[in-house]
């Protein structure tokens, strides 16, 4: 039985350059960031989604460890969706 690594394994190893890892996370985690966009600004799920892996990768040694990776991630997506919104007001 071959077990899935969990993702801060995935990250660490993602962060010691093993493109794999990263793209395994973002795949992991891509389905459930897009329903997190579908529910609130179906138009732009599409960039949305784009806009937070992109931003996750910037950003992919900030990350601390103090949460689980999900919970980081959706913070990102968080952040994206608000920024969408606050231009739209604009």
Known sequence: MVT???DIS????????????GQ???ERHFDS??????TKCEA??????QLTF??????????RKESSFR??????????LYRVLRERQR
């Open 71 to 80: 919970t980081y991630l959706f913070a990102i997506a968080r952040n994206e």
């Open 24 to 26: 395994a996370l973002f």
């Open 44 to 49: 732009e799920v599409d960039e949305l989604v």
């Open 54 to 63: 992109l931003a996750c990768l910037r950003a992919k040694h900030q990350f």
């Open 10 to 21: 995935l990250l660490d190893q993602w962060r010691a350059g093993d493109t794999k890892a």
């Open 33 to 38: 960031i897009s329903r997190f966009f579908e």
């Open 4 to 6: 899935e690594p969990d």
